[in-house]
């Protein structure tokens, strides 16, 4: 599958204009921080809980710093502040800084400065090596109980109570699924800051919190004991709290998130200058930890139709790519996003799938993909529904997906049972099973509609990304070009999060993370 439909050196050229596509947006990333990131750098240096009023610890102190006018100076900064001033415990650091007139401390002598700053330092080393113990533990297990062969299934739990999650993730472990996803509460992402503690209530979904992370990796660990079998879990690391989402994640073990550079940007309306900035300190901690992203670019083709808008899924996961990569991500880690949508009323729409896959494919050999199932055009005919499910399972082994998540046949209709689940778990396994090494047996024509449809679709993709490279990702967006929604630079939430750094801006986590400490 490698040689075909386009050229080594024009996937080269396409990876060449996402760079220069990407290169402004860093130097604006390199300049700023987010509150996000600042909340992220306390919870590392193990400030939790919440306050009398309920809001947690780390959102009243960065809230604090920032109304001061300090933050640009960064949160460990003032976290290295309050240790100075007797504080005892991270609690203790947030109750100290939250009384003090902060905009009236006085500047430290430099030797004092430079002792402070080193103290902190140390503090982080020990917090990151912390991390990288816990994320031992997790390829500890990974190595005793291997995990089953490509496609990983991968299935959702959505009760909104993590103790019902817990139960119907075990069933769904025990029926054959290699990889959990627990969908978060409707609109979490809109919210800026990370709710404490473990929620037995949630619409849509459950809450992300660290403890629901971590009463769901324990639960998944007991069971891929008792299967032989290791079993991964994945969450949602997007919206206004994507970073503060991935350090959680890391810490309590989860083995992939979804994390796309766009996703908030386009369809939770998130200002994406804020979200540009999360994406990447949320992406080094992803990075550091091993864990696989997931990228959400079949999302555009659920608001935008599948067969027109193929070209914006490549032009996107080129520079979702790039992203990743300036972030530290190894191909390994990146789970790029497609999926099965054309409508099925559409004539020959098995060859267009394969075609857009195999492209997907051919473009990034080395990643192991997530590939999502028909929804868009999903009927409340169940046998239809379940056939049109299979077809996209045969399109998953023929093109070597890493990661399937499963359709569900009756999802038009009713958040799916366990019989669903397992229902859908029976028939991939099966068809996994039954049509493994089909690419190696069948050859595609290079002048056939396959391939023919793969080299337009990759043209119109270098189109976009040319424009993109003339005009600035910010205009790309503006025009709707991805999933035909339209956002500005300055419009959506979070805005007022976002912080220009001082010079002499600390973060001894991100100088980590980069290679620099």
């Known amino acids: 599958m490698s040689g075909l439909f386009v050229s080594d050196e024009q996937v080269a050229r396409a990876r060449s204009l996402a760079q220069s596509i990407t290169d402004p ?54 976290y290295g502040r309050a240790l100075r001033m007797g504080a005892t415990s991270p609690l203790d650091a947030v109750e100290r800084l939250t009384a003090a007139p902060l905009e009236q401390l006085k500047a430290l002598p430099p030797d004092e400065e430079a002792k402070l700053r080193d103290d902190v330092r140390a503090e982080a080393k020990a917090a990151a090596a912390e991390l990288k113990q816990r994320v031992e533990r997790r390829n500890d297990l990974r190595s005793e109980f291997p995990m089953a062969e490509a496609p990983h299934k991968y299935v959702i739990v959505a009760t909104g109570n993590i103790f019902d999650d817990v139960d119907q993730a075990r069933a769904a472990a025990q029926a054959g699924a290699d990889v959990i996803a627990v969908i978060r509460s409707t609109a979490q992402s809109l919210l800026d800051y990370v709710p404490h503690g473990a929620t037995t209530e949630g619409y849509g979904g459950t809450y992300a919190t660290q403890e629901n992370f971590k009463i ?18 994945t969450n949602y690391s997007s919206g206004l709290c994507m970073s503060e989402i991935a350090f959680c994640a890391a810490w309590e073990r989860l083995d992939m998130l ?55 899924v490549i ?80 399109v998953a082994i023929w093109t070597r997906q890493g990661i399937q998540l499963l359709g569900m046949m009756t999802e038009a209709m009713h958040t799916p049972l366990l019989s669903d689940r397992y229902v859908a778990l029976k028939s991939a396994a099966y068809i996994h099973r039954a049509a493994r090494g089909i690419d190696e047996e069948f050859t595609v024509r290079e002048d056939g509609k396959i391939a023919n ?65």
């Not at 769901?216 to 879990?233: F, G, I, N, T």
Request: aromatic content about 10%.
């Open 315 to 394: 032009a996107s996961q080129f520079i979702n790519e790039c992203f990743a990569k300036r972030a530290g991500l190894k191909d390994w880690q990146l789970g790029i996003g497609h999926s099965y949508e054309i409508d099925p009323h559409r004539p020959e729409t098995l060859l267009l799938e394969l075609s857009q896959a195999m492209l997907v494919r051919r473009c990034f050999p080395d990643a192991p993909l997530k590939y999502m199932p028909p929804t868009k055009h999903k009927e409340t005919d169940i046998f239809f529904s379940h056939a049109y499910d299979k077809l996209a399972d045969l």
């Open 216 to 233: 769901m990796r324990e639960a998944l660990d007991d069971e891929s004991k008792q299967l032989r079998r290791y079993v991964q879990l």
């Open 453 to 517: 449809r793969a080299r337009f679709v990759f043209g119109k993709a270098m189109e976009l990304l040319e424009e993109c490279q003339r005009d600035g990702m910010v205009a790309a967006i503006g025009r709707g070009h991805f999933g035909d929604v339209k956002r500005t630079e300055t419009g959506g939430k979070g805005l007022d999060g976002v912080l220009e750094k001082s010079p002499d801006y600390f973060n001894p986590f991100l100088d980590i993370l980069e290679g620099r400490a």
């Open 25 to 78: 947006l860093f130097d604006h990333i390199g300049r700023h921080t987010t509150v996000s990131v600042e909340r992220t750098v306390l919870r590392w240096f193990g400030v939790d809980g919440v306050g009398s009023m309920g809001a947690p610890l780390v959102n009243l102190m960065v809230d604090r710093l920032k109304a001061a006018g300090v933050l640009g100076k960064g949160a460990a900064y003032w």
């Open 258 to 312: 979804l994390n796309d550079a766009m996703y908030g940007i386009l369809f939770r309306d998130i200002n994406m200058r804020r979200t540009f900035i999360d994406q990447y300190f949320s992406r080094r901690i992803c990075a550091y930890a091993g864990l696989i992203i997931n990228t959400g670019e079949d999302n555009y083709i659920t608001t935008a139709d599948a067969y027109d808008a193929a070209h914006t």
